[in-house]
């Protein structure tokens, strides 16, 4: 799946990109090595979007490349719990959540996607209603 709207990526960034999110699934990589990765590759950015369900990465030159996000069947309720949504990502911080697990308790907490912003450090956490939680990358 590519985004036909964006400017593709080199065959290199694309293979390197589709084994991030494989080993996220799988559970073999943590958010620090998928981040490292992206940082040699020089991606700028990812946006995880569960409701389309899909994820793209964003080089700097404008390209793309977007795969299929594999999320678990959760309906993601209207209302957004922070709260929950912290939790769980503390959990991942300390290895104890792998992603799939992450998806679906995300999911359950009201989030909708989120936004990792590689160069500014941070990952944004999006409701349903607009709410933002803005997460800084751990030290």
Known sequence: MHDSTGKPVSTTAAQVMTRCAEDSYAGTASFGEIVGRLVAL?????HA???????TYYMPDGGTHTLALQV????IPSAF???????????????EV???????????????GYIVW????????????GEVHIEPFPS
């Not at 979007?49 to 994820?55: G, I």
């Not at 590689?118 to 209603?129: L, S």
């Open 42 to 46: 020089g991606a700028e950015s990812y």
């Open 49 to 55: 979007d569960y409701r389309l369900p899909a994820t």
């Open 72 to 75: 678990p069947e959760v309906s």
């Open 81 to 95: 719990d922070a709260a929950a949504l912290q939790a769980v990502i503390r959990g991942a911080q300390r290895g």
């Open 98 to 112: 792998k992603y799939p697990e992450f998806l679906q308790r995300s999911m359950a907490a009201g989030c909708i």
């Open 118 to 129: 590689i160069a500014g450090r941070h990952v944004a956490y999006f409701g349903r209603r």
